[in-house]
C-alpha cells in the first residue's frame, strides 16, 4: 500500500452508529464497517480533559499539565486561560512530521500550522484551539471563497437543547458543513500529493453534546425533548455518512482506510455542577450568602423535580447571567442592542446575519456568531497566544473572590476542578502549605456530602487527587482535585448549606472512553479483532506506509509493515 486516507469521526459512538446503519439511514458507513478489521479504543484518562487529539498528534500518552491540557491557571493574576496548539511549542512534532511523512492535513483538532505538508486548520472544527489557518498561507481564504465557510464553525457552542428552533438551525449548518467538507476533502485529494490524508468530521462531535436525550431514554429531558433531538442526530448523520463515501470514492484503488474515533460520547452530568453548582457551593460555605439566586425550591419539589428550562430563543448562558442576585448589564449600543426583544431570534436569520455581515465586515454563521477570516500572522504568536476562560464559562462571576477562599472552581468543559489557594503558591494564598492535605480533604468531604435531591443519590462519581507537589510547576498544574460526577445534575442538597438550584442543565452529551477503528485495504482481513489502544494508530498509519516509527511513539502497530493485522 502506498497511501493512507485516515477519517476522524469527532466524538462519534460507535453503538449509535450501529443502530444507525441497522435502520439502513447510513449506507457508506455501514459498508465500510463491513469490509474492514475493526477494533474497539480505548485511549485511558485523556478523554476526560480534552487531550485526545494532542494524544493521537503526537503519538505519546496525555499529560495533565499546562502543555496539554487546553486549560491553565496563572496564580499570579488568577486568570483561567486557554492557549493555542500549546503542545507545539514543547518540541512535540506530529508523528507524521517526525516520520517524514507527505501529508494533507484538513481540519485535524488541536493541529497548527507551520510544519511540513499541506495544512488547513480550523476551517470548521470543534475546539481547534488554533485560528483560521493554512499552510501554504491564502488555501484556506481560497477554499473559503470557493466552497464556502462552514456556517456551524464557533456557533456550535450554545445551541440549546430548549429551543427547538436553534437546534434545528445548528443541525441546518452541520449538514450543510458536512457537504462542503466532502467537498473540500476531494478538491484537495486530487490537488496536492499525498501519503497521508488525514481529515475529521467535526459534525458527530458539535451536535451530540447538545442531543444526546435523543439516546438516553432515561435522562431527564427524554420524556418532552427526546424525539425532536433523536430526529436532529439522524439527520447529522446521514450527512456525514455521505460525506464520508464521498471522500473514500475520490480516493486511488492503492489507498488503506481508516476510520476512527477517539472517544465516544453518554450522557453528561449538564455542566451546571461544574461550573455553577459546585462554585457556588463552594462561595456559599466561605461567605453565607448566594451569588446565583434560587428558584422556588417549594413549587419545584411539589412538581416532582421538574427539569428547569431558560427562555425559549434564549441561550443557556444570558438566561443564567439574569439569575445572578447582582446581574450584569452590558453597557454601550452593543448592550442595548441585545438587549432588544426578539435580538437573539433575529441574528439566526439569514436577513439578520446579512446585516450583521455588512455592520461587522464579517461572515456570520448559523447561529449570529462570527466567522474570522483566515488568519496571516506569524505561526508563532499563533500558538502562545491566550484567551481568558473565566468569564466564557459563567465562573468569572466568582473570580473576584478566589483569592479570599481556601479553594475555588476553575473553568472546565466536562469533570470539576478544584484548586486549593495555597500560601507560595497562589499570589494570595490563605492555606498554610502544611494544610494542604487538610483543604483536599475538606473540599472532598463536601462534595461527598452532596446529593441529587431529584433522586437522592451522592453527586460525585469520583473525587481524583491529582498527583506530584503542588509546588512544582504551579503554573502547569491546573487542578488540585477532579470531580466525576454520577449523573446529569440540576441542584445539590448539603447538609449544611441546604439546596443550591435547580437551574437549567446545558448539554446532555459528555465524553466517555471507548472509541473505533475500521481499517480495510488490500490484505486487511475484516472481521472484529478486539480492544486496543488509540495509542496504536499513529504506528500503524506508518506501517502501512511502509514507515519505521520514530522513537517514542507509545503505541504498537497493529500490522506489520506492509502486512496483515496482529492479533491483540
Not at 291 to 302: E, I, N, S
Not at 352 to 365: A, E, K, P, Q, S
Not at 382 to 390: H, I, L, V
Request: charged share 25%; hydrophobic share 35%; with cysteine.
Amino acid at each position: 500500500m502506498t497511501r493512507v486516507l485516515a477519517i476522524g469521526l469527532d466524538s462519534a459512538t460507535g453503538h449509535v452508529l450501529d443502530d444507525l446503519a441497522r435502520r439502513g439511514e447510513l449506507t457508506n458507513l455501514a459498508r465500510l464497517r463491513a469490509d474492514a478489521a475493526r477494533y474497539q479504543l480505548r485511549s485511558g484518562h485523556g478523554h476526560r480533559h480534552g487531550m485526545l487529539w494532542p494524544q493521537f498528534i503526537a503519538g505519546t500518552p496525555a499529560r495533565f499539565d499546562g502543555a496539554w491540557l487546553r486549560l491553565t491557571f496563572d496564580p499570579d493574576t488568577y486568570e483561567p486561560y486557554q492557549e493555542s496548539a500549546r503542545y507545539m511549542l514543547e518540541g512535540v512534532e506530529p508523528f507524521w512530521d517526525r516520520a517524514g511523512v507527505e501529508t494533507v492535513s484538513f481540519d485535524v483538532p488541536r493541529t497548527a500550522c507551520g510544519g511540513s505538508g499541506v495544512q488547513v486548520t480550523a476551517w470548521g472544527g470543534h475546539a481547534p484551539l488554533y485560528p483560521r489557518a493554512s499552510n501554504p498561507p491564502g488555501l484556506l481564504a481560497e477554499l473559503d471563497t470557493r466552497f464556502g465557510v462552514h456556517p456551524a464553525y464557533g456557533n456550535d457552542y450554545g445551541c440549546g437543547w430548549h429551543d427547538p428552533a436553534r437546534l434545528d438551525r445548528l443541525t441546518d449548518a452541520l449538514v450543510v458543513g458536512a457537504s462542503r467538507r466532502a467537498d473540500i476533502a476531494t478538491h484537495l485529494e486530487d490537488r496536492y500529493p499525498w501519503e497521508l490524508f488525514l481529515t475529521t468530521m467535526s459534525e458527530t462531535h458539535s451536535l451530540s453534546e447538545f442531543t444526546w436525550h435523543g439516546v438516553d431514554d432515561a435522562h431527564p429531558l427524554a420524556p418532552e425533548w427526546g424525539a425532536h433531538a433523536a430526529a436532529q442526530l439522524r439527520r447529522m448523520h446521514r450527512a456525514v455518512d455521505a460525506a464520508v463515501g464521498r471522500i473514500v470514492a475520490a480516493a486511488p484503488p492503492d489507498t488503506a482506510v481508516l476510520l476512527f474515533s477517539l472517544d465516544a460520547i453518554k450522557t453528561s452530568h449538564g455542566d451546571l455542577p461544574s461550573i455553577v453548582l459546585l462554585p457556588e457551593l463552594l462561595h456559599r460555605q466561605a461567605f453565607g450568602r448566594p451569588l446565583v439566586r434560587d428558584p422556588d425550591q417549594d413549587a419545584w419539589r411539589a412538581a416532582g423535580y421538574p427539569p428547569v428550562l431558560p427562555r425559549r430563543g434564549r441561550p443557556w448562558r444570558p438566561d443564567l447571567d439574569e439569575r445572578l442576585v447582582n446581574p450584569p448589564v452590558e453597557g454601550g449600543v452593543r448592550g442595548a442592542i441585545k438587549r432588544i426583544p426578539g435580538y437573539e431570534t433575529l441574528r439566526m436569520t439569514k436577513p439578520g446575519r446579512m446585516v450583521l455581515d455588512r455592520l461587522r465586515h464579517t461572515t456570520h454563521g448559523a447561529l449570529g456568531l462570527p466567522i474570522p477570516a483566515e488568519y496571516r500572522g506569524d505561526y508563532g504568536d499563533a500558538e502562545t497566544e491566550r484567551e481568558s476562560t473565566a468569564m466564557m464559562l459563567f465562573l468569572g462571576h466568582y473570580r473576584p473572590y478566589w483569592s479570599k477562599m481556601p479553594a475555588f472552581v476553575l473553568p472546565s468543559f466536562g469533570d470539576g476542578y478544584v484548586r486549593i489557594n495555597l500560601q507560595g503558591r497562589e499570589r494570595d494564598g490563605v492555606v498554610a502549605p502544611d494544610d494542604y492535605r487538610a483543604a483536599c480533604d475538606a473540599v472532598e468531604q463536601t462534595v461527598r456530602e452532596c446529593v441529587n435531591p431529584r433522586t437522592g443519590s451522592t453527586v460525585a462519581l469520583e473525587v481524583e487527587r491529582v498527583e506530584g507537589d503542588p509546588f512544582d510547576n504551579p503554573g502547569a498544574r491546573y487542578a488540585d482535585l477532579v470531580i466525576r460526577w454520577r449523573e446529569p445534575i440540576d441542584a445539590f442538597r448539603h447538609p449544611d448549606v441546604g439546596t443550591i438550584g435547580p437551574f437549567p442543565l446545558h448539554r446532555t452529551g459528555t465524553h466517555e472512553d471507548g472509541g473505533f477503528l475500521w481499517m480495510s485495504g488490500s490484505g486487511v482481513a475484516p472481521g472484529d479483532e478486539g480492544e486496543r489502544s488509540v495509542l496504536d494508530i499513529p504506528p500503524t498509519i506508518l506501517a502501512l506506509l511502509g514507515r519505521r516509527a520514530p522513537d517514542g511513539l507509545a503505541g504498537r502497530a497493529l500490522v506489520p509493515t506492509g502486512g496483515v493485522p496482529q492479533p491483540a
